[in-house]
C-alpha cells in the first residue's frame, strides 16, 4: 500500500472533517429548522384559525350593533309610519352601503315591507329563526353554501315592525377575515362539511362542526397547513367550520433558502478550512521533510551533516534528540573505526596469520600473512569452509577436520591448541600450529553472527631450525669426539711408553698431537667466524696485505695434515703478487679453508695446487685439488651454510662452514668466489681487488 504524503493526508484529514462537521450539521440543523418551521406553521394557522372565529364573532356583534341602530333611526320611523315604500328602500340602501352590511329589510306583522341585498336572502326564514336569547345568529341556507349572520332588532316608533341585516359569510368574507388574520381563510358550512367528510382535511372539518377545536394538521393533499375551528354563534350552535389554510410550499421555500445559504456557507467554509490546511501542512510538512532527509542520510551512514535546527516546539526537541543521536553515533563510528584500523595494524603487522569462521566454519577474514602461508588469496578463501583451505593432512585415512578440530574444540572446552601437517605446496611440507578462541556465541546465543578467530604460525622453519640444531650440535660432536680421541690415545701412549719408544716413534705421536690440535683450531675458527656472521660483527680490518706470505702461513700451518696423507702441495705464483687491502687473519682462514678442502678431497698421496695470476685490478687465486671434482647442479648451493657434500665425502667430515665461511669474508673483502670441475678434481678460485698504489706485474 502507498504511503501518503504528511501534506496530502493532513489536507485529506482537515477537509474531511470539515466537510463531515458540515454535513452532520446541516443535516441536524436542516432537520430541526424543517421541524421548527413546521410546528411554526402549524401555530400559526391555530392561531389564525382561532383569530378568524373571533373576528366573526366581532362581525355578529357589529350586525346587531347596526340593527339596532337602523330600528332606532327616526327618518326609518317616520317612513315606516308614512308607509313611504320607496323612501324606506332609499333609506335602508344608504344604511346597507355605509354599514357595509350583506342586506337589510323592515317586516310588518312576520311580511317584509322592505329589503335591500338580493331578493336571495330569505327574510322570512332568517327572521323566523331568530333566537330571543341571541342578538344574532348564524342562518344556514338551504340552497347556498355559505353561512348568514343575521341580526334583527324593533323599530322604535312603530309597533309590529322589526328591522333585520345580514351578512353572507362566502369568499369575500372570507378574504376580508384572511387580511384580518395575515392567513387565508375559508368558511366551510355544515352541507359541506357533510358533503365531503373524506380526508384529513374533512376528518378536521367534522371534528370543529362537533364543537371542538380540531387543531392543526399538515395536509398532504394540496400540501397545505390546515387548522379548523368552529363557526357557532353565542348560542352555541355551531354552523359551520373556519379553516385558516397556509400553503406548505411557503414553509419548505424559506427552508430551501435556509439550505442554499448553508450550503454557500459550507463551501466558503471548505474553501478556508482548504486553505488553512495547506498552509498548516507546508508549515509542518518543511521541517519534518528536513528531519526525514537527515534520518535517511545517518541510516546510509553519513554522519557529517548536522541535523538542522527547525521551527515548533515538539519538532525542534525530536531535532535535538537526533543530532545527539548522530552525534553520538559519529562518536561511536569514529571510535570503530580507530579500533579497526587499530586491530588492522596489528593483524597485518604480527607474524602470525589470523583467520576467522562463523558457526558453519566457513572463513569470513583473513590476514595476509595467513594467505600467504596458505598459498592464497584472501578474498579467494572468504566463504569457503576453512578445512578446504587449510588442506590438512589425512590422519590414518581420515580428515581431522571431524575429530581433532580445534575449532570444534574451542566451542566446548574455551581454548584448543593443535600442531597440523598441511599438504605440500610443491616439495615444502608445511607444518603449523593452530590456536583457537572460543566464540563469542557461547556468551551470547542471540549473535548468530559471532566469529570464531584463530591464530595460525608456521612452524615449518622452526621445525627445519630445531633440527639443523640438532644436526650441527651432532656434527660438532662428532668433529670434536675424533681429534680429541686420537689426542687421548696418543696421550695415553706417551704416558704409558715413554720410556720405551725412540725418538722417531715420539715425534709422530706428537705431530698426531699438533694435527689434532689443528683440526680443532680449525673447527673452533670457523664456528667463531659464522657466529660472528650470523650475529652481524662482520666487519673486517683494512690494511696492506701480502698474499704470499698469507698462502705461506696457511700452508704452513697445513703441513701437518698435508703428511699425514702424503701428499704435496705446489705453489706456483706470480712474482711480485701484488698487495691486497684485507684482514691478514681473514684471509689466512680464507686459505687454510680451501686448503683443508683440497686435504680432504685429493687422494692420499696426491698433489694440491695453488696458483695465481693478476687480471686488470683484481687478483686470483686458486687451489686445484685432484679428487672427485663437483657433483652436477651444485655450484649454486656450495656456499649455503652447513651445506656438506654427498654421501662420498671423505673422512674426516666436516660441518659444512668452511665454504662458507670462505665466501663471507672474500665478499667482505669486494671479492669473489668461483668454483668449476677440472678435468681430474676442482678449482676453487678466490678473486680480490688489487690494493692501491702498487704497479700491474702484467699477468701471470
Known sequence: MRSARLGVLLLSVNLGIALLAIVLVGAVGVALLGRLAGENALRRVELAGAGAAQAIELDGERLLASARLLGERPTLNRLLEERDRAGIESFLETFRGTSALGGCAVLFDGEIASSIGGEALPWREMLGAKRAESGWFLFEPKNSPHPILVSCAEAARVAGAV??????????????TAEKVGVPVAIVGRTEIESEAGGARGALRVRALSGTFAGAARIDEGDLFVAAAP?????????????????????????????????????VVVALATVFSLVLARIIERPIRSLTES???IGQGNFGSPVPRVGGVEISVLAGAMEEMRERVLRLTNDLRMRRAEAEAILTGIVEGVFAVDRERRIRY???QAAALLGVRAEEAIG??????????????????????????????GKARATELLEPIGEESRSVVITSAPSGAELDETAADTLQYQVIRDETEVEATRRLRDFVLANISHEFRTP???????????????????PGEVRELVLSIERGTLRLTRLIDNLLESTRIEAGQDSIRRRPCALDEIIEEAVELMVPLIKQRKQTV???LPYPLPPVDGDTQRLVQVFVNLLANANKFSPAGGAIAIGGEVRGAE???????????????????????FMRAPDEEPEPRGMGLGLYIVKSIVERHGGRVEAESLERGTRMCVVLPRGDGHEDPGGR
Open 570 to 572: 705446489e705453489v706456483d
Open 163 to 176: 328591522v333585520g341585516a345580514a351578512v353572507v359569510l362566502d369568499e369575500a368574507h372570507a378574504r376580508g
Open 231 to 267: 363557526l357557532r354563534d353565542p348560542t352555541g350552535r355551531v354552523a359551520g367550520a373556519i379553516e385558516a389554510i397556509l400553503p406548505a410550499r411557503e414553509i419548505d421555500s424559506s427552508v430551501g433558502n435556509l439550505v442554499r445559504e448553508l450550503v454557500l456557507l459550507a463551501l
Open 619 to 641: 687478483v686470483r687465486i686458486w687451489v686445484e685439488d685432484q679428487g672427485p671434482g663437483l657433483p652436477s647442479g651444485t655450484v649454486e648451493s656450495l656456499f649455503r651454510r
Open 484 to 502: 680429541l680421541s686420537a689426542q687421548l690415545a696418543s696421550l695415553e701412549l706417551l704416558r704409558d711408553r715413554l720410556p720405551d719408544l725412540d
Open 295 to 297: 534520518a535517511i542520510r
Open 366 to 368: 583473513m590476514n595476509p
Open 384 to 413: 569457503r569452509f576453512c578445512g578446504d583451505v587449510l588442506k590438512p593432512r589425512e590422519r590414518n585415512g581420515a580428515r581431522p577436520c571431524e575429530e581433532s578440530c580445534p575449532i570444534l574444540h574451542a566451542r566446548f572446552r
